[in-house]
């Protein structure tokens, strides 16, 4: 199924349209009121375990079925680096050129 120019771009702003729909019920539906301490911990997880949703899907996903390949090892390694607490940069630039040098061979 593909989509035209103005489908994706109505897609696109239903999705932004959505987005500030669900922002706002946040604070109309708090309201000041104090919340419990798990809710901050829980908040403060969301965004880091979306963008490690985003991360394995991207990596292992190649159209409908999984697929492991030299980018999936440029991930890994970027991530073992990444819990040693090595810099960000020598991580991105490693996992580069592991990624590359396997689709070398």
């Known amino acids: 199924m593909t989509l035209s120019y103005a489908e994706v771009w109505l897609l696109i ?23 419990p ?3 901050d911990r829980v908040v403060l997880l969301l965004a880091p ?18 697929s492991v390949g030299a980018h999936t090892v440029g991930v890994a390694v970027a991530a073992v680096l990444l819990w040693r607490r090595h810099s960000l940069v020598l991580c991105v630039a490693v996992a580069v050129a592991i990624t590359a040098g396997l689709r070398a061979l």
Do not use: E, M
């Open 13 to 35: 702003g239903g999705a932004a349209v959505v987005t500030v729909l669900i922002k706002a019920c946040g604070p109309v539906l708090v309201g000041g009121r104090v919340l």
């Open 37 to 39: 301490p798990w809710f």
């Open 49 to 66: 375990s979306l963008l490690c949703a985003l991360v394995v899907t991207s990596t292992f996903a190649g159209g409908r079925s999984l």
